[in-house]
């Protein structure tokens, strides 16, 4: 992974005990089994992780939340006159494909709908704006699944929009990675949450000539980062795990990959993994990591080794 332009004017940069100083009396609300449904496939997150990162992120989350309300009162209240209820907190969570980022947002939420100043917490991920296997076939894009191009954005902004104007049931078609398609016909509905957390790969992306951008509407932003050799080692050990289960359903789209040898599926993950998701992280995700409010970097077992916030 290349080195972030680091100038201490522009970030702070904590250590894992530097960090885990600032959960001051952050309860640990979170139980061993809970913390154990949370993790996904080769994406482990110690009690260790819940305490001394996780609960500080927490805590400096809840004070964000504070004040985002506490400026929607200003302009609101104070300034038109007219109080109204404070809009949707969102936060914002970007970075590679394998990186964690689906287990460290379900975490995250855990932990923040047990803050009682906001309980609604929910948390969506950019999978169910990708467009329909029909439609990138059609377009000639299955090869560029994740891309920013694989995306609709119109319907991703419309929602982010929707949610910072407090509309109530608002619905987000469901992905299924089994399928590899979005569910005809489901649905996950948002109905105005104090927080939503919005995470996939493109967060942070910039469209050029678009009117607006997803981080438009984020009051913070996450990016999940860690060393490239490190990725596509934890993609092709997720990738192996999955051909020995999921894929041996007759319902998977990658059922074909079924009675691959072990040494057969690490060369099929290492050969997408070269040819779409390395591609995809250098050229659209890993550029965008410097516009996120806080950066986690990993270590070579997923621990979380160093926090870069950024001061402004």
Not at 9 to 22: M, Q
Not at 106 to 132: I, K, M, N, Q
Not at 188 to 209: H, K, S, T
Not at 297 to 308: L, T
């Amino acid at each position: 992974m290349t080195a972030m332009n680091f100038s201490p004017a522009s970030y702070l940069v904590f250590g894992r005990e530097d960090w885990a100083a600032l959960r001051a009396n952050t309860p640990l609300s979170l139980s061993h089994s809970e913390l154990q449904e949370l993790c996904g496939l080769n994406e482990p997150v110690s009690f260790a992780d819940v305490a001394d990162i996780y609960l500080p992120l927490s805590r400096l989350l809840n004070l964000y939340v504070r004040a985002a309300r506490r400026l929607s009162g200003v302009v609101e209240g104070a300034f038109l006159g007219r109080p109204s209820p404070a809009p949707p907190c969102i936060i914002g969570v970007a970075g590679s494909v394998a990186v964690g980022k689906s287990t460290f947002a379900r975490v995250l939420r855990a932990l923040l709908s047990r803050w009682p100043d906001h309980p609604h917490v929910e948390l969506v991920t950019t999978d169910g704006f990708l467009l329909p296997t029909q439609v990138l076939e059609r377009r000639g894009l299955m090869s560029r699944k994740g891309f920013p191009e694989s995306y609709d954005l119109r319907r991703m902004l419309n929602f982010l929009m929707s949610v910072k104007a407090g509309e109530a049931s608002l619905r987000v078609p469901v992905y299924s990675h089994e399928a590899y398609d979005i569910v005809p016909g489901e649905f996950q509905y948002v109905d105005r949450p104090d927080v939503l957390i919005f995470e996939g790969l493109n967060v942070l992306q910039v469209v050029a000539g678009a009117p607006a951008v997803a981080s438009d509407f984020f009051d913070f932003s996450i990016y999940l980062d860690a060393d490239v050799t490190d990725i596509e080692r934890w993609y092709s050990e997720r990738f192996s795990l999955l051909q020995r289960t999921v894929f041996q359903r007759p319902s998977s789209y990658f059922h074909h990959f079924k009675d691959l040898t072990p040494a057969q599926a690490d060369d099929v993950a290492r050969d997408i993994w070269q040819h779409t998701n390395l591609p995809n992280l250098l050229h659209n995700i890993e550029p965008t990591r410097e516009r996120a409010r806080l950066v986690i970097r990993k270590d070579a077992s997923h621990a979380i080794k160093e926090m870069w916030l950024r001061r402004a």
